[in-house]
């Protein structure tokens, strides 16, 4: 029902930066607060960054000043522009959606893109 299509995951060097983005499709569905969230080997998965249809956004305290969540309403897509990047931030990041459909609540993961950082 809903596609969630995730680009932009590289490998790169401390410092430099990045820009995730996840295009949300559905027919007839309204996509209400999207984010990003991230597992690295062995730790649990976590929040990112999230923004409301309202364009509020919530960050994690270890990106603030860093990275910044952005969306695009008129093409369901949610963006992550990450900045001065360090190699904690190595992980895989998933695109999280939450989505309305025929007054039933939805919830959806993307698969997931990988960003190293390493020099």
């Known amino acids: 029902q809903v596609q969630l299509v995730e680009s932009g995951g590289n490998l790169v060097q401390p410092g430099e930066s990045l820009r995730l983005s996840c295009a949300a499709s559905g027919s007839g569905f309204t996509f209400n607060r999207m984010g990003w969230y991230r597992q690295a080997p062995g730790k649990q998965r976590e929040l990112v960054a999230s923004i409301t249809s309202g364009n509020r956004p919530n960050y994690a305290d270890s990106v603030k000043g860093r990275f910044t969540i952005s969306r695009d309403s008129a093409k369901n897509t949610v963006y992550l522009q990450m900045n001065s990047l360090k190699p904690e931030d190595t992980a895989v990041y998933y695109c999280?959606?939450?989505?309305?459909?025929?007054?039933?609540?939805?919830?959806?993961w993307g698969q997931g893109t990988q960003v190293t950082v390493s020099s």
């Open positions: 999280n959606v939450d989505a309305v459909h025929r007054y039933m609540a939805y919830n959806y």
